[in-house]
């Protein structure tokens, strides 16, 4: 099409024929898709992802400091290096099939990833309580972490209601 031309009813009726005057052609309709899948647990996903790395980190960092600083037990910083390890296993986990089965509106992806959930939590516990030497930084982290752990339970479970029903 020249600047300055307009589009002639001709040409605009090949396009789309049931735009002609009088015409009784309709206009096929797309199917109506129901979306149930959820934003904000998405979004919540997203950002866990991130904190997750920034949590790997500095704990790994604050159990290296503790056992240079203070005098660890024996034994006691290999078991707490293996669950922060098993812990950021199960994350990735958790994540992944929990944004997979969110995007894909399954509830068997997102109800193992709320059950992973769950094992974390009691990770972040053990971290947040039971850990050999917890630092204020330690509670902090842990208490954000547990607190976004809650919130996507929420919506995880809310999701799962509405894809069933």
């Not at 009088?22 to 904000?40: F, T």
């Amino acid at each position: 099409m020249l600047p300055g031309r307009s589009v002639a009813p001709a040409e605009r009726c090949r396009a789309f024929p049931s735009a002609l005057p009088g015409s009784n052609r309709a206009v096929p309709k797309r199917p109506e898709v129901s979306r149930l899948s959820s934003v904000p647990l998405q979004m919540l996903f997203y950002i866990n992802g991130f904190y997750y790395i920034f949590y790997f980190v500095a704990t790994l960092a604050m159990l290296i400091y503790k056992s240079q600083v203070f005098s660890y037990p024996d034994g006691f910083l290999a078991p707490d290096l293996a669950l922060l390890c098993i812990m950021a296993v199960l994350e990735a986990l958790r994540l992944y099939l929990g944004s997979k089965g969110n995007l894909i509106e399954e509830e068997a992806p997102l109800g193992l990833s709320l059950v992973i959930t769950v094992v974390s939590m009691i990770l972040s516990v053990y971290f947040l309580i039971w850990q050999t030497y917890v630092l204020k930084a330690d509670v902090i982290l842990n208490t954000i972490l547990l607190f976004m752990y809650g919130l996507e339970s929420v919506l995880q479970v809310l999701a799962i209601a509405a894809f069933v029903g």
